[in-house]
């Protein structure tokens, strides 16, 4: 199991803002890392924009994938892992996480954040924490039977008939849009990010994910 990446959004009329973004790259080529890292806010940030309030997703991408849940406020979650992640635990640390970092940055603070200017220590915390599994970390937390409580409850609260399923990316989009038109008109990847992606789809070597 393997988590690469945990991001906090606060969705709005016109784009998903990131308000915080953690990221675990070692797996990958340190020459490719810049350029996988854009594109996993870029997903991020499409991901919540084709969330709607109050609900949960998963989609599916080749070997990963994006969970995603919008809060009834439009703070939300998006973490990015590989397939063989539980998605219960996935969507009960969405909840935990953005529980925590609308703790220290209330609901007020959120339209004048810049994008990846929050700097919540949980978050990077959970991107650690969560890499083993679950009732794992459950057992290390025996010293805190507040927070494993805590833990356990956003667990068994969590409905996974609830959460909608995709099997790619481009089953988000609307009619008519075209997932290579989103990434080259993106200002939020580098000519670089878009020159690797048009060159990993030809080759096939790398999902459109990353």
């Known amino acids: 199991m393997k988590l690469f990446s945990l991001q906090i959004l606060y969705k709005t009329d016109n784009q998903s803002k990131v308000l915080q973004a953690s990221h675990e790259l070692s797996t990958f080529s340190y020459f490719h890392r810049s350029n996988i890292r854009e594109f996993m806010v870029f ?106 409580d805590s833990l356990m409850r956003l667990h068994n609260e969590v409905d996974e008939t609830k959460v909608i399923l995709h099997n790619t990316l481009e089953s988000l989009l609307s009619r008519g849009e075209k997932l290579d038109d989103l990434v080259q008109r993106s200002e939020g990847l580098s000519l670089q990010s878009k020159m690797f992606y048009t060159a990993a789809k030809k080759t096939n070597k790398c999902c459109t994910l990353l």
């Open 43 to 148: 997903t991020g940030k499409l991901v919540c924009d084709k969330t709607e309030r109050c609900q949960r997703g998963l989609i599916k991408e080749q070997d990963y994938i994006c969970h995603v849940y919008v809060r009834p406020d439009y703070l939300s979650g998006v973490l990015i892992s590989d397939q063989e992640y539980p998605p219960r635990v996935a969507q009960t640390l969405l909840v935990k996480a953005t529980e925590d970092f609308a703790v220290q940055y209330p609901c007020h603070t959120w339209n004048n954040l810049a994008e990846e200017s929050a700097t919540c220590k949980k978050i990077d915390e959970y991107l650690q924490r969560y890499q083993v599994d679950f009732l794992f970390v459950i057992d290390i937390l025996f010293q805190n039977p507040l927070e494993a």
